[in-house]
């Protein structure tokens, strides 16, 4: 047991004429293996969003017209996907929106107010969407009044 270094079992002998090959397929093996157990979420995320952005791509102009006529769930989602439209109509249609009683849009009403750095009225419309049940401004009027006791 004490010839470790010299045992045959514990040793790879590497034809030294081949010595490059061999390690250019160990290097290949080790990429290969990478690839298959941690490198496939990257991959996946990349065309996942491919796919997303073209869907988003195909209903954007009926979202657009849906939101132009007032359908809450279109003005949200004309908001979340079309930002810099939605900013050049000064996000009437949100307004509007919120107004008609959409808790979604009272809530982004209300955070867009926060970001404007008017927290008063920020607080009416996210109280209002959490009085609606709207889950996120529920779970922000938990962590404030958390944070105020």
Known sequence: MNDFPNNKIFT????????????????ILVCLYLLTTAGQEPIKDYFTYVR??????????????????GKPDAIVW??????????????YALTDAALAGDPESMWLYG????DKGRPEVAKVWIEKAAAEGFPQAVAYMQSTETQND
């Open 12 to 27: 790879i002998q590497v034809n030294p004429a081949r010595k490059r090959a061999f390690y250019l397929h160990v290097g």
């Open 52 to 69: 997303e952005s073209r869907e988003i791509e195909q209903i954007r102009p009926l979202m657009k017209r849906l939101a132009e006529s």
């Open 78 to 91: 004309m908001l979340k996907h079309d930002y810099e439209g939605a900013k050049e109509s000064g996000f």
């Open 111 to 114: 955070v867009m107010q926060m």
